[in-house]
């Protein structure tokens, strides 16, 4: 996932310039014409979390490719990046679902390999209790370890709620999520 940034500072997300599709592959593709500026580079795979599966292969690789100079540095960051990262892709391309006044629910689904799950919370003064249940799910892996989960989402918060993807490849997969709140 490719982001515009500011330069100087701990990096900050802002428009989404391009992603890839999410697959269960060896190499996965990112291709875009990029206009002179600051991008941030965000990879995310998430199908060897919580597998059990010990690997020596690296988190990720990352290639560039351009006919004119860059200049790429690799930054260590928050963990609120690779969540910030999520919600910006998902709001920008999942579907939206008012679920209630106050709250929203997003879902990134068509063309990725499995499902993302975000809810926003606009209430300055409640806070939301959701449940999100995938137990009846196939072939996937859950970044949370479970397929049932509950969490509570403070006033004015978004909040990735659950990412399944597609564990084996080879296979085809099912979806199933009930999501409740109150």
Known sequence: VSFRTSSGGSPQIGKLVQHSKRQVRGFVGCHSMLETGCYLVVCLAFNHWHTG???TYPDYVLALHSSKRIL????????????DSIISLTVA????HEGREGMTAYYLTKGRAGLVVMVENRHSDRWIQVRCD?????NVVSTRGELCTVDTVPPLHRQVIIVLTQLEGSGGFSIAHRLTHR
């Open 53 to 55: 599966i010990e690997s």
């Open 72 to 83: 790429a540095e690799q930054l260590s960051s928050s963990y609120h990046l690779l969540a």
């Open 93 to 96: 391309k999942g579907q939206r």
């Open 134 to 138: 995938c137990q009846e799910s196939y």
